[in-house]
């Protein structure tokens, strides 16, 4: 599944544990607290629950959406915008000539 | 720890089967030669799931020992019981063995999952395995295992232990153990359990 995932943390550490745990998880940074990328149903409950443990829920926020190759071409973005194929996985491997 | 009861005949170098290794070999076949036959871990303990649903595990075993459940009608429990049956060639610690109120026994397994709508085929054979170590070593009827999913919420589910299952699990053990002899065995034939798979990019599917 394609999946965005969006934070608001206050703590430094938290926030780079989960920044991180996205990352492991392939996702790819969109912007600074955005996360999208193709997720297997398994690994996202396996974020949620990392995410329960880690965060404060009084101060904290984590959206989890998932979402749909459809929505990604519908969608319209202005400025600098992330790098569709490699986000959805269309691009499997780079070949490089030497 | 229960030893078998004729120890005398107790042969170090039998393998026996535990239901952890039964569940990943219903899931998919090719699992269990790729870890037991060719000796490919899969690394299980680095997955945040599996820690934490160790975590609760050692947190059942500690808290609230008496606590007689009221959905199940049961007299006693014992906890954390590791049995051996050398009858059926199967090994394993069962969370909970419940004594019922009509003097049969029923085990009762923790599982840190949530419950979708159905039980599956791999918990049930679970199940019906203690059930047939429990019947062997304690001389007493089985007819019902009991399954708590609690990751969310605890949902307690009741599996009948009928003739049925139990013919199934004692052929997938025979099955199990010819793969431990080295057959090569075919792989599931649902895709779907491919997708999240740690042996995905060795298995010629």
Known sequence: MLLWVIYDIQENKVR??????????????????????????????????????????????????????????????????????????????????? | MKLPQNSSEFNEYSYFVTPSDMIEFTYCRRYTYFMKVLNILQHEEKRYNVRKGREIHKIRESQNIQYIRKKIPMVSKEINVNLISEKYKIRGIIDEILTMNDNTL??????????????????????????????????????YGYIIYCKDKNVLKEIKISEKLRTETLESINSYMEVLKGKYPEATKYERRCLDCCYKNICPR
Do not use: W
């Not at chain 2, 840190?112 to 203690?130: D, E, G, L, R, V």
């Not at chain 2, 059930?131 to 089985?142: F, G, Q």
């Open chain 2, 106 to 143: 029923s085990p009762l397994d923790y599982k840190f999952t949530n419950y979708n709508s159905k039980t599956y085929k791999t918990h049930k054979i679970q199940s019906t395995m203690y059930s047939l170590m429990i019947e062997d070593l304690y001389n007493k009827p089985v007819n």
């Open chain 1, 16 to 98: 780079t544990k989960i920044s991180k745990s996205c990352l492991n998880f392939g996702l790819y940074r969109v912007q600074k607290s955005v996360f999208l990328g193709e997720v297997a149903k398994n690994r996202f409950e396996e974020l949620k629950l990392i995410t329960k443990d880690v965060i404060n829920p009084e101060t904290d926020s984590v959206y989890f959406l998932p979402t749909s190759k459809e929505f990604i071409d519908k969608s319209y973005l202005i400025g600098q915008s992330f790098d569709e194929e490699l986000v959805l996985d269309e691009i499997t491997s780079k070949f490089f000539r030497i």
